[in-house]
């Protein structure tokens, strides 16, 4: 274990680091952590404003975002019929516009994202019934 000072944004802080040459180990600096409980709560707002809308998610088939991306066009509204290859949404990532399309037949019953929001890979964009 060597003890190191660092200082961020004008804060000391003490640490404890220890050396693992290639054989993993937990983390073992305790003090080190005391900086992060500021950064969470900017971060916590964010992370419950993302859950909120999956958590309205009901049942159906869910379209999610196959990777990270920006909303670039909504091709349907909530309550139309659509078909299997459907695009129902323009996605663009990697200055790419993707058409995503529904897997089934049925009626969009929820929309959960708007044009120009960011999405994360996963996340639920909108709901097939």
């Not at 089934?104 to 994360?120: H, M, R, W, Y």
């Amino acid at each position: 274990m060597k003890k190191f000072n660092i200082t961020v944004n004008g804060k000391s802080y003490e640490v404890d680091v220890e050396e693992i040459g290639g054989v993993p180990s937990a983390p073992v600096a305790p003090r080190a952590a005391a900086p992060a409980p500021k950064a969470a709560p900017k971060s916590a707002p964010k992370a419950a404003a993302k859950a909120a809308p999956k958590a309205a998610v009901a049942g159906g088939t869910q379209i999610t975002a196959p990777m990270p991306g920006t909303i670039f066009d909504l091709k349907v509204n909530e309550g139309d019929t659509v078909s299997a290859g459907d695009v129902v949404l323009v996605l663009e990532a990697m200055k790419m516009e993707n058409e995503i399309s529904t897997p089934v037949d049925g009626t969009v019953s929820q929309i959960l994202v708007k044009t120009g929001e960011s999405v994360n890979g996963g996340d639920v964009m909108i709901v097939i019934e």
